[in-house]
C-alpha cells in the first residue's frame, strides 16, 4: 500500500517507524517529514499542508491509497473531506467531526445535551460578562480560548484577578467568545480510542508533563515527557470512561450526520465522582503517541487504513505488557523565545541504550550535521519492564546526547513512581 504521512514533529517520526515496520508498506512518503522520518519514508518538499487541491493532486499522481494525518490543523481544515472526495482513503476525521477539538464550545454544548461528565461551563461573548461570571463563580477558575491552541490555550487562574486578565488577552488576540470552566480536582490522564462511527476500540492510555520544569512548575507547554500505560487509570475506570464519555460522543456524532472517524484523544480529569472530560484532540497526542507506538505490536497500516474505511470492528490491537517513558529534550528558552540551529551530536550513542529509541520534532540537516529547529527536538523515548526502568533507560540514553544548547526535565514520572516532586533549578 502506498502511504502518505502529514506532519513533521516527534509524533510523526514515531508513527514513521512504526507504519514502516508493515509487510503490506509499499512506497511510503512523509510531507514535510524532518530527518528522523527521512530514514523511513522518502520526504516530499514544496507543498503547504494547506494547499489541499495540490495535495489532493499529488496524490493522485503518485498513486498514494491511504494519507495519514498527523497533526490537527488539516484535519479541522477539511483536508479529509477532500482526500476522500477523490476516493483516496484518510486516516483522521472529517471537518464537522473535527471540531470536537477544533472548538472546545462546540464539545462543551455536545457534553451539555447528551449528559456526558464534563466541568460546569459558561461561554461568554464579552469581558464584561466572563468579568461578572467570575466574580459570582470565584477561583481557582478555568479560562479557555476557542479554536486551536497547540495544547497552551488554557489558564488555570488562582485568583480572579488572573482569569480576567485571560480573558482579557483571549479578546484582544482576536477571539470572539471565551469558556469558563469550574476547576476539576483530581489527576489527569489521556485515554485514546479508535472510532469508526459508532465502533470504539480502546487504543492505549499515557499521562503527560505539560508544565516546562520540574516538580511540575513553570509555563504550559506542548508537553515535556510522558509514560503509558498510566497507572491511575484502571481497568475500571477506562471502561467507566468509555461507556459514560467516548461511547455517547460517538453516538451523538454519528446521529447528527457527522460520525467520527479516526483515532480520539480525551483528556481526562479522574475526580472523586469519577472520570470526566477535560477536552478532546482528534488526533495522536504529541509525546504521548511516540510512548504508544513503542508499546503496540501490531500492524499500524492494517489499524490505521481499516479505521479509516470502516472496518474497525475486524480489528484487535496487540500490546507490548512492557512500559514506555518519553523525555522532551526542547532548546533552552522554550515555550518561550529560544535559538535553533545548534547541532546535535551523539544519538546513536543514546539508542545504543537497551530498549531506547530517540524520536526526531524539531531538527533539520545543516550540510551532514543534525540541528536543533524548533522548540521540543527530540523525544528520548525507552521500554521496560516496569515503568522504572523505562524512567531509567530514558535518562541513562538522554545523558549520553551532546547537545548544550538544549535541557530537560528531570523528573519525568515522579507522580506514578512515588518520587518526591523536585524543584525547578
Known amino acids: 500500500m502506498n502511504i502518505l504521512l502529514l506532519g513533521s514533529g516527534g509524533r510523526e517520526h514515531a508513527l514513521a517507524w512504526k507504519l514502516a515496520q508493515?509487510?503490506?508498506?509499499?512506497?511510503?512518503?512523509?510531507?514535510?517529514?524532518?530527518p528522523g522520518i527521512g530514514q523511513h519514508a522518502e520526504l516530499i518538499e514544496g507543498i503547504p499542508l494547506s494547499a489541499h487541491d495540490t495535495l489532493v493532486t499529488w496524490c493522485k499522481d503518485h498513486g498514494i491509497?491511504?494519507?495519514?494525518?498527523?497533526?490537527?490543523?488539516?484535519?479541522?481544515?477539511?483536508?479529509?473531506?477532500?482526500?476522500?472526495?477523490?476516493?483516496?482513503?484518510?486516516?483522521?476525521?472529517?471537518?464537522?467531526?473535527?471540531?470536537?477539538?477544533?472548538?472546545?464550545?462546540?464539545?462543551?454544548?455536545?457534553?451539555?445535551?447528551?449528559?456526558i461528565p464534563t466541568a460546569g461551563f459558561a461561554r461568554c461573548t464579552s469581558l464584561e460578562e466572563a468579568e461578572a461570571y467570575i466574580r459570582k463563580e470565584g477561583a481557582p477558575i478555568v479560562v479557555k480560548a476557542d479554536g486551536l491552541m497547540a495544547g497552551k490555550g488554557v489558564v488555570v487562574a488562582m485568583t480572579p484577578e488572573e482569569a480576567i486578565t485571560a480573558v482579557e488577552q483571549v479578546f484582544t488576540g482576536g477571539g470572539t467568545e471565551v469558556l469558563i470552566e469550574e476547576f476539576m480536582e483530581g489527576e489527569e490522564a489521556s485515554l485514546f480510542c479508535l472510532v469508526d462511527g459508532e465502533t470504539v476500540l480502546p487504543f492505549g492510555s499515557a499521562?503527560?508533563?505539560?508544565r516546562a520544569f520540574d516538580g511540575d512548575l513553570g509555563p504550559n507547554t506542548g508537553g515535556m515527557g510522558a509514560y503509558s500505560p498510566?497507572?491511575?487509570?484502571?481497568?475500571?475506570l477506562e471502561q467507566r470512561a468509555i461507556e459514560e464519555i467516548i461511547r455517547p460522543t460517538a453516538k451523538a456524532m454519528a446521529a447528527a450526520g457527522t460520525p467520527y472517524r479516526g483515532v480520539l484523544y480525551a483528556g481526562l480529569m479522574l475526580t472523586q465522582h469519577g472520570p470526566k472530560l477535560v477536552e478532546y484532540n482528534c488526533r495522536f497526542g504529541d509525546p504521548e503517541c511516540q510512548v504508544l507506538m513503542l508499546r503496540f505490536t501490531g500492524d499500524l497500516v492494517d489499524v490505521l487504513h481499516a479505521t479509516a474505511?470502516?472496518?474497525?470492528?475486524?480489528?484487535?490491537?496487540?500490546?507490548?505488557?512492557?512500559?514506555?517513558?518519553?523525555?522532551?529534550?526542547?532548546?533552552?528558552?522554550?515555550?518561550?523565545?529560544?535559538?535553533?540551529?545548534?547541532?546535535?551530536?551523539?544519538?546513536?550513542?543514546?539508542?545504543?541504550?537497551?530498549?531506547?529509541?530517540?524520536?526526531?520534532?524539531?531538527?533539520?540537516?545543516?550540510g551532514t550535521?543534525?540541528?536543533s529547529?524548533?522548540?521540543?527536538?527530540?523525544n528520548v523515548t525507552a521500554t521496560g519492564a516496569t515503568l522504572g526502568e523505562a524512567q531509567t533507560r530514558a535518562y541513562e540514553a538522554i545523558a549520553r546526547i551532546d547537545w548544550p544548547d538544549g535541557f530537560y526535565r528531570t523528573d519525568i514520572g515522579w507522580r506514578a513512581l512515588g518520587q518526591p516532586a523536585k524543584a525547578a533549578d
Not at 476522500?84 to 451539555?112: M, N, Q, V, W, Y
Not at 498510566?230 to 475500571?236: C, G, I, K, M
Not at 533552552?332 to 546535535?344: A, D, F, K, L, T
Not at 529547529?373 to 527530540?378: A, E, I, K, T, W
Open 22 to 34: 508493515s509487510p503490506s508498506m509499499g512506497q511510503f512518503y512523509a510531507l514535510p517529514g524532518n
Open 65 to 115: 491509497e491511504m494519507v495519514v494525518v498527523g497533526p490537527e490543523a488539516p484535519l479541522v481544515a477539511g483536508l479529509v473531506d477532500r482526500l476522500e472526495a477523490e476516493g483516496i482513503a484518510a486516516f483522521g476525521p472529517r471537518a464537522a467531526a473535527a471540531r470536537l477539538e477544533g472548538s472546545k464550545l462546540f464539545t462543551k454544548e455536545l457534553c451539555k445535551a447528551n449528559n
Open 207 to 210: 499521562q503527560d508533563h505539560k
Open 230 to 236: 498510566a497507572p491511575v487509570l484502571t481497568p475500571e
Open 309 to 366: 474505511t470502516g472496518r474497525l470492528a475486524e480489528i484487535t490491537p496487540s500490546w507490548s505488557d512492557e512500559h514506555a517513558m518519553t523525555v522532551v529534550y526542547a532548546s533552552r528558552g522554550y515555550p518561550g523565545p529560544h535559538q535553533i540551529g545548534s547541532e546535535i551530536r551523539e544519538l546513536d550513542a543514546a539508542e545504543a541504550e537497551p530498549g531506547v529509541r530517540v524520536f526526531q520534532a524539531g531538527t533539520r540537516m545543516k
Open 369 to 371: 550535521a543534525l540541528v
Open 373 to 378: 529547529n524548533g522548540g521540543r527536538v527530540l
